[in-house]
């Protein structure tokens, strides 16, 4: 096996590839992202650490360098839009006690009162 100067081009030797791979992987879930959203107008991020930590030899002298990697991406938050919902108290038959929930219209995301006639066919259900 043959000696390599580290240099950013080698990086697919590194670890069985799997450093380049890291990368490749967040480049991938980058771009997809820029497709899948592209008004969101925050840019995407890919950041490449890489950590040297000297070894000293029994000289007190540089005997070794341990190097490692880390690769993270970084996409804008997903954001939904917000929901005005309304709070409900149940009774848990099982075990006596109070539970609150959130309720909402689905035909009508801003207003959790308003009170939309069920389509034909569909039961009138208490949320």
Do not use: W
Request: hydrophobic letters at 35%.
């Amino acid at each position: 096996m043959a000696l390599k100067k580290l240099s950013i081009a080698d990086l697919a030797a590194l670890d069985s590839g799997r450093v380049a791979a890291a990368f490749d992987a967040q480049l991938a879930a980058a771009i997809a992202d820029c497709s899948d959203r592209p008004e969101v107008e925050t840019a995407r991020k890919i950041k490449l650490e890489i950590s040297l930590t000297p070894i000293m030899d029994s000289r007190r002298d540089l005997g070794e360098v341990v190097v490692g990697f880390e690769i993270q991406g970084k996409s804008p938050a997903l954001k939904s839009r917000e929901y005005t919902m309304d709070h409900r108290s149940e009774r848990d038959r099982t075990t006596g006690r109070t539970q609150m929930h959130l309720v909402f219209n689905e035909d009508a995301h801003g207003d959790p009162h308003n009170q939309s006639l069920p389509l034909d066919g569909e039961n009138d259900r208490d949320p």
